[in-house]
């Protein structure tokens, strides 16, 4: 009792703190925290995608095919098993009066998702042989599916435990725990597939690996919050919130993955491994939007009652527009010359799929500029746009898959979550409406569109010799376009600003240092 007595006051002391630091505008906590939570991701994509080069010369297509349909089945049972409780705990865990009240939320929470996961993976495990038939083929060992179960396992703890870090506005422990997740998984994962030679087993024991490192970190970071104790109201809550969200995490999940279902059903396991090298470029549009996936929501929740929040939300959307659109150019540009780099002559064709699936990322993440179902709680109306959506591009994509190939499942992909950022968008602007200017916006998004297209089609470097520069020019003319179209006067001088500020401290530690050394 004492422990809880001192964590409470301790808790006490830290939100004074907090409330008496000088109040930053939505915009400069946004980016402020989500520069912490953007290096993370940096920082863990970067350690993770140092690994991917070995593993595409040591893995076939069809090898990289079962990883990716593991990752599709732990997504799934992430969103569903544990009835998406870790939704209501954010939902409600920022509206919390109390220390005591927020860690009775945190603990049950946590007790009810340890319970699910444990009775869900223990049934895996003991039907892993027909489990592994049915999902990956027969072809496949069953061990890969037991391994799986533990990754689903500590996917779902570890998770819950790191969004409980964004939710108490914690950016430096969340930042923390992720690179140590990632760390040891791309450690873990080069010593089990380079060195053991443990093959597909090792590369998602690798992933087991590092769910346990960051999700040790963050549970330490938060371990005065949670408690193996069950509060019955305060679960009902929860569920009560999230339970309309399972069916929209499963059309989120059909959203972002019936694309390789559809490849696997219609073409080979190969085919998935093709189209998930080409999807891998994507991971570079979450370095774009972590930053703001992590600090957008949970600012906006703790401020949305604010009379400046609707413009700071407009402001914000926009200037990651234009980095959006940027890197959606660059990526789309050059993709051809990434994935000859990174991997062999078996993957020659992934790019084609590049610019539909690094679009369709983009579109899957910025549903957090999108706040108003959120804030109001109305999350049957959320539901119904994913499972709609989620619907639509289960069919799509097998539709599109026999005429088009791996190009037409890619396609479905962008498709369907255009219409559900759009949908979402319609509705979060009639509940918050945000002074969005949305011609301002479709301009950057046409001219960026036709670069994107040019920049595609351009002949790869290593065929001509004008190639290069020809593709630099492209890029160069985008950065250009949409840094002036999408930025205002003052927001372009404030950048120079800290530009000059950094240079100039450069330029004053350098002498220091000569002088030092």
């Given amino acids: 009792m004492a422990g809880g007595e001192g964590s409470g006051v301790a808790y006490a002391a830290a939100v004074a703190d907090h409330d ?30 140092i690994l991917f080069p070995f593993l595409a010369h040591v893995f076939e297509p069809s090898d990289f095919g ?9 997504t799934i049972v992430n969103l569903t098993v544990a009835l998406e409780v870790s939704q209501g705990l954010g ?3 920022a509206d919390a009066p109390t220390f005591a009240a ?41 061990g890969v599916m037991r391994v799986a179960a ?14 409980l870090l964004r939710w108490q506005l914690r950016p430096r422990a969340f930042a923390l725990a992720t690179v140590g997740m990632m760390v040891g998984l791309t450690s873990s994962t080069a010593i089990y597939v380079l060195v053991l030679d443990w093959g597909v ?28 104790h069950i509060d019955r109201a305060r679960l009902h809550e929860m569920l009560a919130y999230s339970l309309p969200l399972v069916p929209a995490s499963t059309g989120v999940f059909f959203n972002g993955y019936a694309d390789r279902l559809a490849i696997q059903a219609r073409m080979t396991l190969g085919d998935v491994g093709l189209y998930g090298v080409g999807y891998r470029l ?27 929040t609707p413009i700071s939300l407009a402001r914000v959307f926009r200037l990651f527009c234009a980095l959006a659109l940027t890197v959606w150019i660059a990526i789309s540009t050059f993709g051809d010359e990434i994935i000859r780099v990174l991997t062999t002559p078996a993957y020659d064709g992934a790019d084609a799929v590049v610019p539909y699936v690094v679009a369709a990322a983009f579109f899957a993440g910025m549903y957090i500029f999108a706040p108003g179902l959120n804030i109001a709680k109305r999350t049957k109306v959320f539901a119904s746009i994913a499972v709609s959506c989620g619907l639509l591009n289960l069919v ?10 791996i190009e037409g499942a890619a396609l479905s992909f962008l498709l369907t979550q255009m219409i559900a950022f759009g949908s979402y968008m319609h509705f979060s602007q009639r509940i918050y409406p945000a002074p969005h200017e949305w011609r301002r916006l479709g301009i950057a998004a046409a001219v960026a569109t036709g670069l994107t297209v040019l920049g595609w089609r351009l002949p790869p470097v290593d065929e001509h010799l004008w190639g290069l520069p020809a593709k630099l020019a492209v890029v160069a003319l985008g950065v250009v376009f949409l840094a002036y179209w999408l930025t205002d006067g003052d927001e372009r001088a404030m950048g120079r600003r800290v530009l000059a500020a950094r240079l100039r401290r450069r330029a004053a530690e350098a002498p220091l240092t000569a002088t030092e050394a």
């Fill in 91 to 93: 939902r409600h865990f």
């Fill in 150 to 163: 533990a990754a689903m396992f500590f996917n779902g703890l570890s998770y819950m435990a790191m969004d």
């Fill in 20 to 49: 008496a630091a000088p109040k930053r505008s939505l915009a400069q906590s946004v980016f402020r925290d989500g520069a912490l939570y953007a290096v993370a991701g940096a920082l863990g994509q970067a350690i993770g995608f």
């Fill in 282 to 308: 994507s991971t570079i549009v979450g370095l774009t939007l972590i930053g703001f996936q992590g600090a957008m929501m949970p600012q906006i929740l703790a401020r949305h009652h604010e009379v400046d």
């Fill in 102 to 142: 927020k860690r009775a939320y945190a603990s049950s929470a946590f007790t009810f998702s340890l319970l699910c996961y444990t009775g869900f993976c223990t049934l895996v495990v003991l039907l892993a042989a027909p489990l592994t038939d049915l999902l990956l083929g027969d072809d496949v060992d069953p």
């Fill in 396 to 405: 799509l994509a097998f539709v599109l898959v026999g005429p088009l190939g």
């Fill in 201 to 228: 087993e090792g590369a998602i024991a690798g992933q087991v690996t590092g769910y346990i490192v960051g999700g040790t970190i963050a549970f330490t970071a938060s371990r005065h919050l949670f408690r193996l």
């Fill in 66 to 74: 079962v990883v990716d349909l593991v990752v599709v089945i732990t």
